[in-house]
């Protein structure tokens, strides 16, 4: 892969919690890697009155954990501090950015750099109109010169409806150009996310039966161990609908379902995930109750900054039909939780069974032959199938033909925002998510949004932590009702 060429990154939101334990690191790793331009720089701009020695040393710290027993040369580590820059300034305050004009000019100067300038904008949601706002009240959110450019990188979660991801969208676009907008999903980061493509379509033997004729049903799901931990602010007002599944599910669905694009280039891809968003079938009311499962883990109520009487969601099962050529009729589910008994996060296809069954052992229905992508942990892709029982007569087995990525030991896995922030220092929206698929994904996500609004806590089911969601999820007769294929036939 190419380096991308000379210049300036400035993370929003620097002293936060995002740049430290993955932006930062995953920078270094790029650094190490010998992956940054050649001349670089990045500025980080937060409140916190850091000098860049400061800011240095803190982010030293959030590095070699990130890094945990990966052996850190620390010249390595001081060569990536030189640069490494800090400016203590106060986003919310137009009159401010002057003083980032200034520093950016300096550092261009500097470190010659050419005007080419990526703002990063690492901060809570209620800052992703203001920045781009004042960038523009001071002339920032375009290049000086013609070679130049701005890109803007915009983290989730992109609007909380699709009235305010279009309010959003539209704000952004009065200030940068589309192709200048990058809302970061993290999981199209993810290697093996990326892989699904590769898979599908650089093999001949998939794509024949990847469609309603062969396959059974598809499974996505993302499921957590961890609680809301500190984040029961920003969760509260979300919900695992919101935090998930429009964004993360959403988009290992679309890999998984989309047709191929004509060449591998962004809008080609692109076009190919917004014709999946549209084609889902929308809920009726009946369907909603009947086939959008909402759970919430006992004690989540008792947790910092969520309300007492909350009804947020901290679990989602869900069916769904995407109504196409290819799929029609093919049942999708997503799953995703809090508190559940492992984290990983899969995509199950589930192939049909054989017509007629002619052995004993012989797994019925749809769970028998499936092709498993494990996006995390220990990423891989099995495919499960039945073999004979050694022995005296013919009785079946089921087994698994697996690729780990571990076993491509010399590769550095590299961590979902390596590959992100390298794509866009290279201008490369692929993973990327674009305006009208967004909007796509919120116009299939608003009206469940809207009913559990009116429904209040009617239907909305309990589980213990560690518990593989509430019960109900049964209902919606998937195979492996989200929990991990360790446990699959
Ligand atoms: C984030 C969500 O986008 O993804 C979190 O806001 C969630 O709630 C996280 O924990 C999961 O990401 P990963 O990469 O750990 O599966």
């Not at 989309?258 to 968003?277: A, G, Y």
């Not at 017509?355 to 992508?373: D, M, R, T, Y």
Request: net charge negative; hydrophobic share 35%.
């Amino acid at each position: 892969m190419n380096r991308p060429n000379d210049q300036l990154l400035v993370i929003f939101g620097a002293s936060g919690d995002l740049t430290g334990r993955k932006l930062l690191p995953a920078l270094f790793e790029l650094y190490v890697s010998k992956m940054l331009p050649e001349h670089f720089a990045i500025l980080g701009a937060a409140r916190t009155a850091f000098t860049d020695e400061e800011f240095r040393a803190e982010q030293r710290k959030h590095i070699l954990e990130a890094r945990g027993n990966k052996e850190t040369n620390s010249e390595d580590l001081d060569n990536f501090f030189r640069i490494l820059f800090y400016l203590a300034f106060d986003s919310t305050n137009t009159a401010e950015y002057v003083k980032l004009k200034d520093r950016i000019h300096l550092l261009q100067q500097q470190e010659n750099l050419p005007d080419k300038v990526i703002y990063y904008l690492a901060t809570p949601p209620l800052m992703y109109e203001l920045i781009p706002k004042y960038l523009q009240e001071n002339g920032m959110n375009v290049a000086a010169s013609e070679d130049g450019w701005r890109r803007v990188i915009v983290e989730k979660p992109f609007g909380t409806s699709l009235e305010t991801a279009q309010n959003l969208n539209q704000h952004l676009c009065r200030i940068f150009d589309e192709k200048e907008i990058y809302r970061i999903d993290h999981y199209l980061g993810k290697e093996t996310v990326q892989n699904i493509l590769v898979l599908r379509f650089s093999n001949g033997i998939f794509e024949p039966l990847w469609n309603r004729n062969y396959v059974d049903s598809i499974e996505i799901s993302a499921s957590e161990t961890l609680g809301v931990e500190n984040r029961g602010k920003y969760y509260d007002g979300a919900g695992a609908l919101r935090d998930m599944i429009q964004n993360h599910l959403m988009q290992l669905m679309a890999f998984a379902a989309m047709e191929s694009p004509s060449v591998f280039d962004p809008e080609p891809i692109r076009d190919e995930i917004v014709k999946v968003f549209r084609s889902i079938r929308p809920y009726t009311i009946r369907e909603m109750n009947e086939w959008v499962v909402r759970g919430q883990y006992d004690g989540y109520r008792e947790e910092k900054n969520v309300a007492p009487d909350s009804n947020t969601e901290t679990y989602v099962g869900m069916k769904f039909f995407i109504d196409n050529w290819r799929w029609s009729g093919v049942p999708f589910y997503f799953f995703t939780g809090k508190k559940l008994p492992e984290k990983s996060s899969e995509i199950v296809i589930h192939f049909k069974s054989t017509p007629h069954q002619l052995f004993a052992g012989q797994c019925s229905g749809s769970s028998c032959n499936k092709l498993v992508i494990r996006i995390q942990p220990d990423e891989s892709i099995t495919l499960r199938f039945g073999l004979k029982m050694p022995g005296a007569g013919f009785t079946v087995k089921q087994v698994g033909m697996e690729f780990r990525y571990d076993s491509l030991s010399k590769t550095h896995l590299p961590d979902a925002y390596e590959r992100l922030l390298l794509d866009a220092m290279l201008g490369d929206s692929t993973l990327y998510a674009r305006s009208d698929a967004l909007e796509a994904s919120w116009r299939f996500i608003d009206p469940i949004l809207h009913h559990w609004k009116e429904e209040g806590s009617k239907r909305l089911y309990f589980y213990e932590p560690g518990q593989n969601g509430p019960i109900e999820r049964m209902n919606l007769g998937a195979d492996s009702m989200g929990a991990p294929c360790d446990s699959c036939g």
